[in-house]
């Protein structure tokens, strides 16, 4: 379903559509060869659509996000890009400031794709490398996905980005206000001929880079330092062909916020005459918490080249991509070793590229054969220096602190071919059916699996639209966030673990189920209601355990997760409104990997009991109301927007007094965000702009997490409130 306008067509650009599925024909020959005396920007967007042919989202739910409609949203094309897709229906929200989203009652288990190839996964950390200022449009799929896409199943993020073709000139910003934010951006595109260009950049510093672990209007040593930048090369080689270039890069530097008061960990208690110096100096040391000088570092770099052909009733595009992602945590060596008994400096680097190959065919007749291949090599090199001290029989040290060195190198190979046909059985039924097979053979499991894939989608005149589908998905965890380390290494320190159980991280195997209805009430007004179901065999999840801020991944033996939501939008000129409820139910039952990370009491009631998965939140809504209109000066826009949350988990306490993992919620929360631009126009292509934004307008004061669940290890709060502004220039 699609709650937002579709995709940009160009009026100059004629397609005509299946019957039954509303899908865009690719170009015909004659249209291709008739393009030849068009300019550019038509061959541009002639190809922009044959490409779309090639990875339809037939049968799955679609919700698309417009350019306008980002800039309708708080903090426009400022506001980090998980804010955007946290718009969309079924999105909850965790950690703002890291990026974490749960669609549909997962953890992560998203991809992102930029014009349809696929992005490599980074390691997962603080860092938001995408920027909202290069979309031109994008799209959250979810649901029962086809065959096209595998291995990250949750969503498909896919977004265009914009064209030096489509949209010349350029734009230079600077945003700024609370919590010491200064946003400088700025983006530029052209065309010269059949060459295009795209490229955009910018730097952000704010004192609220992670969520503040307190309920106060500000942090505590909580600096960030966020530099992005985008550029993307399109070549036409003639009327049916082009060459594309895109590449992104990002780094990112974060302080880790303190919480004043915390009592000192296990140190050794006041010297007795003739201790040893090292125990004298250790139990006489005082150290305050609002001191500790943890920080993260992150660093990603990306590069896709493609081709792409459209012949007659064949396209097809190929891409070559390659990526580097790294992620380096720093300790506070002396105040970690205060508060926690042990410091951990932790170095991860992950290095990937890839192929990937996708076609559609589409004689005359009633079936459209689409099929592909991806191939991803990943590398994982994980190092950390971990110091810790040695401990007795009762867990109490017994002599100074020393280092514990580990360094392990991951390698995997993630490979899938795809076959499917999209059947138009009559005018009103399309059925889409086929099948993908993927191998992930890796350092550490070797694992396949042949998975079927079927929606029917069934239009009730030109108003209703129904749905339904069924999909196996096979998903293998993420490499960067396997534990590499060995657990024998710390025994005997205050860094072991009580549990000495480490069985490997495997693939989720899961069936997948989902149905739904979009209907056209009136003209602009349209609804639609989805529900989904997934049984899934080794549930993955993931967490943060320990100091580091760097995930873990761990299984459950079985996995359920089931949920409905509601998607109504409604758009009439200059005024534009939506309202998304989505309810959700995840659960898991028996870790059966990486055990040693959990509490031995924890591990044996998850052995014999269901429980919620820690980012499981029953109810998630958004609301959004946006109206602009022309007056003497230019364009104005006043825009209102809200999120709400039941609340994410926490864990709860029996009668008997004992632990139940994530038995619990935090408390449920909405904000509201209230914002105006004005913009000034100075000639045809040039104009000024001035934007105003307020965040958490009622100033409330909210959790994300309380520091318990399973793999929570320290308690979020949500923004206060914020003012900023925004002065711009297009050009």
């Known amino acids: 379903m699609s709650a937002m306008s579709p995709r940009l067509i160009l009026p100059c650009v004629l397609l005509t559509a299946t019957a039954a599925a509303g899908a ?15 300019d550019p920007m038509v061959v541009t967007g002639l190809l922009d659509q044959s490409r779309d042919i090639i990875l339809p989202d037939l049968g799955a739910t679609s919700y698309v996000i417009s350019e306008h409609q980002i800039e309708d949203q708080s903090q426009g094309t400022d506001a980090p890009f998980n804010q955007v897709l946290l718009r969309a229906p079924g999105v909850a929200e965790d950690s703002a400031a890291n990026g974490d989203l749960h669609v549909r009652g997962e953890h992560a288990n998203l991809q992102y794709r930029i014009n349809d190839v696929l992005l490599p996964e980074g390691i997962t950390g603080f860092g938001l490398e995408l920027d909202p200022r290069f979309v031109s449009s994008m799209q959250l799929i979810t649901g029962s996905l086809p065959a096209e896409y595998g291995f990250r199943t949750a969503g498909v993020v896919d977004i265009a980005t914009k064209s030096g073709a489509l949209e ?8 700024g206000g609370s919590f010491d934010t200064l946003h400088s951006s700025f983006e530029t595109g052209g065309s010269d001929g059949r060459l295009s260009a795209f490229i955009d950049g910018s730097h952000e510093y704010n004192a609220l880079g992670i969520e503040n672990p307190t309920a106060g209007a500000t942090a505590i040593h909580d600096n960030t330092d966020q ?17 594309s270039f895109m590449a992104g890069t990002s780094y990112s530097t974060f302080q880790v916020p303190d919480t004043a008061g915390l009592p000192p960990g296990n140190v050794p208690t006041p010297a007795s005459p003739g201790a040893a110096p090292w125990y004298t100096e250790m139990s006489t040391k005082s150290f305050e918490s609002a001191d500790l000088n943890e920080s993260q570092d992150e660093k990603n770099t990306y590069g896709v080249l493609s081709y792409q052909k459209s012949a007659g009733d064949l396209n097809l595009q190929a891409s070559a991509f390659a990526r580097n992602s790294g992620v380096h945590f720093l300790p506070d060596p002396v105040g970690d070793l205060y508060f926690d008994g042990v410091a951990s400096d932790v170095d991860r680097v992950l290095d990937s590229a890839g192929l990937q190959a996708d076609a559609s065919y589409a004689p005359d007749g009633p079936h459209t054969l689409r099929g592909g291949m991806m191939l991803v090599d990943e590398s994982v090199n994980a190092n950390s220096t971990t110091t810790a001290f040695p401990v007795d029989g009762n867990g109490n040290p017994s002599g100074p602190a020393f280092p514990i060195v580990n360094g392990d190198t991951l390698h995997g190979l993630f490979a899938g071919i795809y076959l499917q046909d999209e059947w138009t059985i009559g005018p009103d039924l399309t059925v889409n059916y086929g099948a993908r097979f993927d191998i992930f053979s890796s350092t550490f499991d070797d694992e396949a699996q042949l998975s079927p894939r079927i929606n029917l989608i069934y239009r009730s005149g030109a108003a209703t639209t129904l749905h339904a589908g069924y999909s196996r998905y096979f998903t293998p965890p993420p490499m960067e966030n396997i534990p590499s380390t060995t657990v024998a290494d710390f025994n005997g320190t205050s860094n072991q673990s009580v549990v000495g159980q480490d069985d490997t991280v495997k693939a989720e195997r899961s069936n997948y189920f989902d149905a739904g209805v979009t209907r056209q009430i009136l003209a602009g007004l349209q609804v639609g209601l989805d529900a989904y179901c997934k049984l899934a065999k080794e549930q993955l999840d993931d967490g943060l355990f320990g100091q580091t801020l760097i995930l873990s ?5 079985k996995g359920e997760v089931s949920g409905q939501e509601l998607t109504v939008s409604y758009a009439d000129r200059g005024f534009s409104a939506y309202a998304n409820v989505a309810h959700s139910v995840a659960k898991g039952r028996d870790w059966n990997s990486a055990q040693f990370l959990f509490d031995p009491n924890d591990l044996a009631y ?37 999120i709400y949350g039941s609340g994410l988990r926490t864990d709860a306490t029996a009668s008997n007094g004992a632990n139940i993992p994530n038995g619990g919620s935090v408390p449920a929360h909405a904000t509201l965000n209230w914002g105006v631009e004005q913009t000034f126009k100075i000639d045809r292509h040039h104009s000024w702009s001035a934007r105003f934004d307020i965040v958490n307008v009622t100033d409330k004061s909210y959790e994300l997490r309380n520091g318990t669940g399973v793999g929570v290890n320290a308690a979020q709060f949500g923004m206060r409130r914020g003012f900023f502004g925004s002065l711009g220039y297009k050009f």
Request: glycine residues 12%; proline residues 5%; negative net charge.
């Open 24 to 38: 865009e024909q690719p170009p015909t020959s004659s249209a291709i060869q008739g393009s030849t005396m068009l």
């Open 227 to 243: 530099s992005r930048g985008f550029g993307f090369l399109s070549l036409i080689l003639d009327p049916s062909s082009r060459i």
């Open 606 to 642: 998850v052995r014999n009991h269901w429980i919620f998965l820690d980012h499981d939140q029953e109810l998630t809504g958004s609301f959004g109301t946006a109206y602009g209109w022309k007056g003497r000066l230019g364009a104005t826009r006043v825009y209102l927007d809200s």
């Open 168 to 175: 010349p000139g350029g734009d230079l910003s600077l945003y």
């Open 553 to 557: 991944a761990f299984n459950y033996a």
